[in-house]
Protein backbone atom coordinates (compact mmCIF):
# COMPACT_ATOMS: atom_id res chain seq x y z
CA UNK A 1 0.00 0.00 0.00
CA UNK A 2 1.05 3.63 -0.33
CA UNK A 3 1.88 5.81 2.23
CA UNK A 4 3.64 8.26 3.82
CA UNK A 5 6.30 8.21 6.31
CA UNK A 6 8.18 10.65 8.61
CA UNK A 7 10.81 9.85 10.56
CA UNK A 8 12.11 10.47 13.35
CA UNK A 9 9.18 10.33 15.70
CA UNK A 10 10.86 12.19 17.92
CA UNK A 11 13.41 14.08 18.51
CA UNK A 12 15.65 16.79 21.14
CA UNK A 13 18.19 18.88 19.72
CA UNK A 14 20.02 22.37 20.67
CA UNK A 15 19.34 25.61 20.42
CA UNK A 16 21.60 26.61 17.52
CA UNK A 17 21.69 23.26 16.09
CA UNK A 18 21.22 22.36 12.56
CA UNK A 19 18.37 19.27 12.52
CA UNK A 20 16.51 17.90 9.16
CA UNK A 21 13.23 15.96 8.96
CA UNK A 22 12.62 13.65 6.87
CA UNK A 23 9.55 13.14 5.17
CA UNK A 24 8.97 10.13 1.77
CA UNK A 25 5.68 9.44 0.34
CA UNK A 26 5.18 6.19 -1.94
CA UNK A 27 1.79 7.77 -3.70
CA UNK A 28 3.68 9.27 -6.49
CA UNK A 29 2.36 12.94 -5.49
CA UNK A 30 3.02 15.83 -6.80
CA UNK A 31 2.31 18.33 -4.02
CA UNK A 32 4.13 18.06 -1.03
CA UNK A 33 3.56 19.69 1.94
CA UNK A 34 5.15 20.55 5.97
CA UNK A 35 3.07 22.01 8.53
CA UNK A 36 3.73 22.69 12.36
CA UNK A 37 1.26 22.08 14.58
CA UNK A 38 0.77 24.36 17.96
CA UNK A 39 -1.85 24.40 20.45
CA UNK A 40 -4.54 27.46 19.54
CA UNK A 41 -2.67 27.86 15.86
CA UNK A 42 -4.28 24.39 14.66
CA UNK A 43 -1.85 23.28 11.58
CA UNK A 44 0.38 26.06 9.67
CA UNK A 45 1.87 25.90 6.98
CA UNK A 46 5.71 26.01 6.59
CA UNK A 47 6.72 25.10 2.50
CA UNK A 48 5.42 23.49 -0.18
CA UNK A 49 6.31 21.91 -3.59
CA UNK A 50 4.39 21.50 -6.41
CA UNK A 51 7.48 18.98 -7.77
CA UNK A 52 10.52 18.18 -8.78
CA UNK A 53 13.04 21.49 -8.28
CA UNK A 54 10.21 23.78 -6.91
CA UNK A 55 9.74 24.85 -3.85
CA UNK A 56 7.45 27.54 -1.89
CA UNK A 57 6.94 29.59 1.52
CA UNK A 58 4.30 29.20 3.38
CA UNK A 59 2.73 31.14 6.26
CA UNK A 60 5.70 30.32 8.54
CA UNK A 61 8.57 29.81 6.62
CA UNK A 62 11.33 32.23 8.24
CA UNK A 63 14.25 29.68 10.06
CA UNK A 64 13.32 26.62 7.96
CA UNK A 65 14.14 25.26 4.29
CA UNK A 66 13.22 22.59 1.88
CA UNK A 67 14.85 20.99 -0.82
CA UNK A 68 12.80 18.56 -3.73
CA UNK A 69 15.34 16.73 -5.72
CA UNK A 70 12.89 13.76 -6.22
CA UNK A 71 9.51 12.85 -6.01
CA UNK A 72 9.04 10.98 -3.45
CA UNK A 73 11.12 12.86 -0.76
CA UNK A 74 10.96 16.55 0.93
CA UNK A 75 13.17 17.03 4.02
CA UNK A 76 12.41 19.89 6.30
CA UNK A 77 15.67 21.72 7.37
CA UNK A 78 15.72 23.99 10.30
CA UNK A 79 19.13 25.49 9.84
CA UNK A 80 19.97 26.92 13.39
CA UNK A 81 17.03 25.15 16.12
CA UNK A 82 15.38 27.81 18.29
CA UNK A 83 13.03 27.02 21.36
CA UNK A 84 10.16 28.56 19.66
CA UNK A 85 10.42 26.26 16.90
CA UNK A 86 9.37 23.42 19.55
CA UNK A 87 6.20 21.60 17.90
CA UNK A 88 4.99 18.42 16.51
CA UNK A 89 6.08 18.71 12.71
CA UNK A 90 3.45 17.09 9.72
CA UNK A 91 4.30 16.19 6.07
CA UNK A 92 1.69 15.49 4.00
CA UNK A 93 1.00 15.35 -0.28
CA UNK A 94 -1.78 15.38 -2.70
CA UNK A 95 -2.02 14.68 -6.19
CA UNK A 96 -2.31 17.21 -8.52
CA UNK A 97 -3.89 17.84 -12.25
CA UNK A 98 -7.62 17.59 -12.78
CA UNK A 99 -9.60 17.71 -10.68
CA UNK A 100 -6.54 18.10 -8.30
CA UNK A 101 -9.25 20.45 -5.77
CA UNK A 102 -11.22 17.54 -5.11
CA UNK A 103 -7.77 15.40 -3.74
CA UNK A 104 -7.44 14.98 -0.15
CA UNK A 105 -4.48 15.27 1.37
CA UNK A 106 -2.47 12.34 3.01
CA UNK A 107 -0.45 12.82 5.98
CA UNK A 108 2.27 11.52 7.61
CA UNK A 109 2.29 10.33 11.73
CA UNK A 110 4.08 13.56 12.44
CA UNK A 111 7.68 14.47 14.58
CA UNK A 112 7.62 15.70 17.84
CA UNK A 113 10.74 18.14 17.98
CA UNK A 114 11.92 19.76 21.50
CA UNK A 115 14.53 22.36 20.91
CA UNK A 116 16.26 22.55 24.15
CA UNK B 1 -5.45 35.31 2.25
CA UNK B 2 -8.23 32.76 3.17
CA UNK B 3 -8.64 32.04 6.93
CA UNK B 4 -10.32 29.39 8.81
CA UNK B 5 -11.92 30.03 12.51
CA UNK B 6 -12.93 27.55 14.80
CA UNK B 7 -14.56 29.01 17.74
CA UNK B 8 -14.90 26.43 19.94
CA UNK B 9 -11.58 25.39 21.57
CA UNK B 10 -13.19 22.43 23.50
CA UNK B 11 -16.89 20.53 22.92
CA UNK B 12 -18.05 17.80 25.07
CA UNK B 13 -21.15 15.28 24.61
CA UNK B 14 -22.39 12.50 26.32
CA UNK B 15 -22.31 9.12 24.80
CA UNK B 16 -24.98 8.17 21.77
CA UNK B 17 -25.96 11.86 21.98
CA UNK B 18 -25.40 14.87 18.84
CA UNK B 19 -22.80 17.07 18.75
CA UNK B 20 -22.04 19.97 16.17
CA UNK B 21 -18.96 21.82 15.67
CA UNK B 22 -18.47 24.70 13.97
CA UNK B 23 -16.03 26.38 11.56
CA UNK B 24 -16.03 29.68 9.63
CA UNK B 25 -13.81 30.43 6.45
CA UNK B 26 -13.23 33.66 5.08
CA UNK B 27 -12.70 33.58 0.68
CA UNK B 28 -13.28 35.86 -2.20
CA UNK B 29 -12.76 32.84 -4.34
CA UNK B 30 -16.03 30.58 -5.62
CA UNK B 31 -14.86 27.13 -6.54
CA UNK B 32 -13.00 25.54 -3.11
CA UNK B 33 -13.25 22.28 -1.12
CA UNK B 34 -13.84 22.14 2.36
CA UNK B 35 -12.47 19.40 4.93
CA UNK B 36 -12.94 18.09 8.48
CA UNK B 37 -10.03 15.87 9.51
CA UNK B 38 -9.98 14.04 12.65
CA UNK B 39 -6.81 13.59 15.03
CA UNK B 40 -7.00 11.24 17.46
CA UNK B 41 -4.22 10.73 20.00
CA UNK B 42 -2.45 8.51 18.14
CA UNK B 43 -1.79 12.33 16.15
CA UNK B 44 -2.95 10.60 12.65
CA UNK B 45 -4.37 13.32 10.54
CA UNK B 46 -8.04 11.47 9.20
CA UNK B 47 -10.41 12.92 6.64
CA UNK B 48 -13.92 12.78 8.00
CA UNK B 49 -15.79 14.70 5.52
CA UNK B 50 -15.21 16.70 2.48
CA UNK B 51 -17.88 19.24 0.56
CA UNK B 52 -17.35 21.06 -3.09
CA UNK B 53 -18.58 24.48 -2.55
CA UNK B 54 -20.30 24.12 -5.95
CA UNK B 55 -22.77 21.50 -4.95
CA UNK B 56 -25.74 22.45 -2.60
CA UNK B 57 -26.07 19.43 -0.93
CA UNK B 58 -24.39 18.77 2.34
CA UNK B 59 -22.17 15.62 1.88
CA UNK B 60 -22.72 13.27 4.64
CA UNK B 61 -20.64 10.21 5.85
CA UNK B 62 -22.54 7.66 8.40
CA UNK B 63 -22.83 9.53 11.59
CA UNK B 64 -21.02 12.49 10.16
CA UNK B 65 -22.93 15.19 8.25
CA UNK B 66 -21.90 18.64 7.23
CA UNK B 67 -24.72 21.95 7.31
CA UNK B 68 -22.61 24.28 4.27
CA UNK B 69 -23.63 27.79 4.03
CA UNK B 70 -21.71 29.12 1.48
CA UNK B 71 -23.31 32.99 1.62
CA UNK B 72 -22.89 32.91 5.38
CA UNK B 73 -19.22 31.00 4.56
CA UNK B 74 -20.20 28.65 7.52
CA UNK B 75 -19.24 24.46 7.25
CA UNK B 76 -20.34 22.95 10.96
CA UNK B 77 -19.64 19.05 11.20
CA UNK B 78 -22.64 17.33 13.15
CA UNK B 79 -21.21 13.82 14.81
CA UNK B 80 -25.02 11.71 15.66
CA UNK B 81 -24.83 8.95 17.87
CA UNK B 82 -21.59 9.91 19.38
CA UNK B 83 -19.24 7.03 20.26
CA UNK B 84 -16.20 7.17 22.71
CA UNK B 85 -13.90 6.74 19.93
CA UNK B 86 -15.01 9.90 18.20
CA UNK B 87 -13.03 11.59 21.20
CA UNK B 88 -10.14 13.50 19.09
CA UNK B 89 -9.33 17.29 18.20
CA UNK B 90 -11.33 17.74 15.02
CA UNK B 91 -9.92 20.54 12.34
CA UNK B 92 -11.42 22.30 9.47
CA UNK B 93 -9.58 22.93 6.48
CA UNK B 94 -10.70 24.99 3.41
CA UNK B 95 -8.88 24.11 0.07
CA UNK B 96 -8.30 26.65 -2.97
CA UNK B 97 -6.35 25.40 -5.26
CA UNK B 98 -3.86 22.97 -3.78
CA UNK B 99 -3.03 24.29 -0.15
CA UNK B 100 -4.93 23.38 2.99
CA UNK B 101 -5.69 26.00 5.41
CA UNK B 102 -6.65 24.80 8.94
CA UNK B 103 -8.26 26.08 11.83
CA UNK B 104 -7.49 26.33 15.22
CA UNK B 105 -9.04 23.06 16.11
CA UNK B 106 -11.71 21.39 18.16
CA UNK B 107 -11.22 19.05 21.46
CA UNK B 108 -14.14 16.75 21.65
CA UNK B 109 -14.40 14.93 24.53
CA UNK B 110 -17.37 11.82 24.74
CA UNK B 111 -18.59 11.29 28.36
CA UNK B 112 -19.83 7.97 28.97
Known amino acids: DAEITQSPRHKITETGRQVTLACHQTWNHNNMFWYRQDLGHGLRLIHYSYGVHDTNKGEVSDGYSVSRSNTEDLPLTLESAASSQTSVYFC???????????????FGQGTRLTVV | AQTVTQSQPEMSVQEAETVTLSCTYD???????LFWYKQPPSRQMILVIRQEAYKQQNATENRFSVNFQKAAKSFSLKISDSQLGDAAMYFCAYKGGSRLTFGEGTQLTVNP
Open chain 2, 27 to 33: TSESDYY
Open chain 1, 92 to 106: ASSASGTPSRNTEAF
